[in-house]
């Protein structure tokens, strides 16, 4: 089984769209979203659409839980706040309830965990490894991998020390939390749509950065009165 492994697309269309041109030219069987599939950029119905289309599994995220509660979302700052609002006030009815239906990580599958943050809260940023991330079920001896996202930032780490943040990881019979990067709004300074194909016979899972036009990604969220820093910080 391969997976396409995707978070924070955030309303991108147009990296989502370079994401699955990409990744349908290497090969997968299934996608697996980490969460924030809207805010900060201007189609949210789009993005929503494809993941429907791919029968992604999806857990829900900080700005897809803020959006679908349809209230201030207190503790964001001025233009996250301002990009939940716009959401709120131009996603359809049926798509704020596909949101309000998506599980709150943990997820539990077969061989991998889906959390949005931290594997206890899916606020909580991860940006380095320690084993306290990787709570194995007693008397279980099977490698435990957990897809996380957040940050926005790419990397891969074991309960070892051991961290990788491009190329192919080799995973072994190890325990792994796997970030695959931003879609839609990536913060490690590469402005590149960033994501993981993890091949389950293989035992690998490889980070991939592929260029979008996010030239007019910027163009629609001014078009759309969304705060110009989203525009700016895409490039």
């Not at 494809?50 to 029968?55: F, M």
Request: aromatic share 10%; proline share 7%.
């Amino acid at each position: 089984m391969k997976y396409l492994v995707v978070s924070d697309i955030h309303s991108n269309l147009e990296a989502m769209q370079a994401v699955l041109k990409h990744a349908r030219n290497v090969g997968y069987d299934q996608m697996l979203c980490a969460g924030d599939i809207v805010g900060y950029n201007a189609n949210p119905m789009e993005v929503i659409d494809i993941l429907i289309d791919e029968k992604a599994i999806c857990i829900r995220g900080n700005h897809d839980r803020e959006v679908a509660r349809g209230v201030y979302p207190d503790g964001f700052n001025g233009p996250a706040a301002q990009a939940v609002l716009w959401t709120q006030a131009n996603l359809w009815t049926s798509y704020r309830s596909w949101l309000s239906l998506l599980p709150q990580g943990p997820s539990e599958f077969d061989g991998f965990r889906l959390v949005h943050g931290s594997p206890r809260d899916e606020d909580e940023y991860v940006h380095g490894p320690s084993k306290r991330w990787l709570p194995h079920p007693a008397g279980d001896s099977s490698p435990l991998i957990i897809f996380f996202g957040h940050t926005h930032c790419p990397v891969a780490f074991n309960g070892s020390g051991l961290c990788q943040t491009t190329g192919a990881v080799q995973l072994g019979r190890e325990d792994w939390m796997i970030n695959p990067g931003s879609v839609g709004q990536p913060r490690d300074g590469d402005p590149r749509t960033s994501f993981v194909i993890w091949d389950q016979s293989r035992e690998t899972a490889e980070f991939y950065r592929i260029p979008y036009n996010f030239q007019l990604t910027q163009k629609k969220i001014l078009a759309a009165g969304l705060p110009r820093s989203l525009a700016t910080r895409l490039g």
